[in-house]
């Protein structure tokens, strides 16, 4: 299907990386619709001064959006595809933002979708009574990137060898795949469903899980900056097998989901999904361990702290390796298992600890439930209609 137009939501680094890219891999006009903070203003300017935005490092490209604006109805309206790059916490009201000015058949999706995505939007979408549109995610963002000037140049680390994607109804993902491919210039798989994709994202094992294995026994004493742990090399032992705990306790809830006609196929344990999404970039795949330290794509990334003294550290609990990937991802995950009668002890234990650390470290960031309980989803029967519905 030939795009004219699409708009990315979002300013920080994917919303910029897809922006130097979209619009080429597309040849069709791409806008952003980026209301945070002031971001639109400094987006124009940075484009201006540079001529577009240009991606450095593992992606090479330049993109000039067509129009940026921190107002939905200078954008939205003419949009194909609205692809949010935001923090999941920031989904649901992006998308109250935008549907008013959603024309008819538009796609509506986010990257990554994080966990339950599609209840979320389900509602809003049903709510707005627009079963016209349709909603899509992916299970990770296509790139490691950070910006370098803002408006000017992003520096892409490293590129997934492939990302899997879902929608919902699940019947129109075959339209969507290959403008989604064509878009990130990364071959998209299909998830099966958006149930698949919230129990197939890894950063919610990933991140949260690393987090407790450096800072479960934190003392409060503050540390200096040689002392800051890289945060997958820095991986123990001990941490990879918690790790490896949990990824089998969402292996345990696919199990149970096994006599359903769900397709839960693409949701990998943790070290195939190392393996399939990085390839060559892990120099030992033995083990779940040696796979996380010996990943190239990872070096050199430090854990996440903030400066509390000149040169002293402490944990950022406040992160969004806590503060996103806990409510929503694993504390989704977790609620999911609860339905289908899985004990998940491991998990349990990281979300309890993530949400004591959390507290009020996460800043003035909304958070919305998005477990399928808080949208009346109350047992797996009802959780497995919803999924197929179509
Ligand atoms: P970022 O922090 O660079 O940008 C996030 C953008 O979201 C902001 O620039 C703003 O436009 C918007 N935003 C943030 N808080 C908001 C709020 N409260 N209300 C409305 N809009 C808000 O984040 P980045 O790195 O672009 O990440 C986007 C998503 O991709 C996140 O879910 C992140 O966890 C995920 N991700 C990022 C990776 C990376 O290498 N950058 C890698 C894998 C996943």
Not at 23 to 37: E, I, K, S, W
Not at 56 to 84: K, L, T
Not at 165 to 170: E, H, I, M, N, V
Request: charged content about 20%; glycine content about 12%; proline content about 5%.
């Amino acid at each position: 299907m030939r795009m004219e137009k699409i708009t990315i939501c979002g300013g920080g680094n994917g919303a910029q990386t897809l922006a130097c890219i979209a619009g080429q891999n597309l040849a069709c006009d791409v806008d952003m619709y980026a209301p945070f903070r002031g971001e639109a203003e400094r987006l124009r300017e940075g484009i201006e001064a540079h001529g577009g935005i240009e991606a450095r490092g593992a992606v090479r490209g330049r993109g000039c959006p067509h129009r940026v604006s921190g107002e939905a109805a200078h954008v939205i309206p003419g949009s194909q595809a609205v692809v949010f790059v935001v923090p999941a916490f920031a989904h649901e009201s992006t998308l109250h933002k935008i549907i008013p000015y959603l024309d008819d058949g538009a796609w509506v999706g986010a990257m990554p979708a994080r966990g339950g995505l599609d209840y979320c939007m389900a509602r809003v979408l049903e709510d707005a009574g627009r079963s016209d549109v349709s909603a899509f995610g992916l299970q990770t963002l296509p790139w490691a990137c950070r910006v370098a000037e803002y408006g000017r140049t992003v520096q892409v680390l490293g590129v997934k060898e492939t990302v899997d994607a879902a929608s919902r109804p699940a019947a129109r993902l075959g339209r969507i795949v290959p403008v989604l491919e064509q878009m990130v210039g990364v071959p998209i798989g299909d998830a099966g469903s958006m149930l698949a994709l919230t129990l197939a994202n890894t950063g919610q094992i990933i991140h949260p899980g690393i987090m407790y294995d450096f800072f479960a026994d934190w003392d409060g004493e503050t540390f200096d900056d040689g002392q800051v742990p890289l945060f997958y090399q820095g991986l123990s032992e001990e941490g990879a097998e918690r790790l490896g705990e949990m990824s089998r306790e969402i292996q345990r809830i696919c199990a149970c989901l096994a006599d359903s006609s769900l397709d839960l196929s693409s949701v990998y344990d943790l070290k195939t999904w190392l393996v399939r999404s990085y390839g060559d970039a892990i120099l030992d795949a033995s083990s779940l361990h040696s796979a996380f330290v010996t990943n190239q794509a990872y070096a050199g990334l430090r854990a996440p702290v903030k400066e509390v003294a000149p040169g002293q550290f402490a944990p950022a609990f406040g992160a969004r390796y806590l503060a996103e990937d806990v409510p929503y991802g694993l504390a989704v995950s977790q609620a999911i298992a609860r339905l289908a009668g899985v004990e998940t002890p491991v998990m349990d234990l990281v979300v309890s600890w993530a949400r004591q650390r959390v507290g009020g470290e996460a800043g003035g960031d909304e958070t919305n439930d998005r477990t399928p309980q808080a949208h009346d989803l109350n047992d797996l029967e009802a959780l497995i209609r919803f999924t197929m519905e179509e």
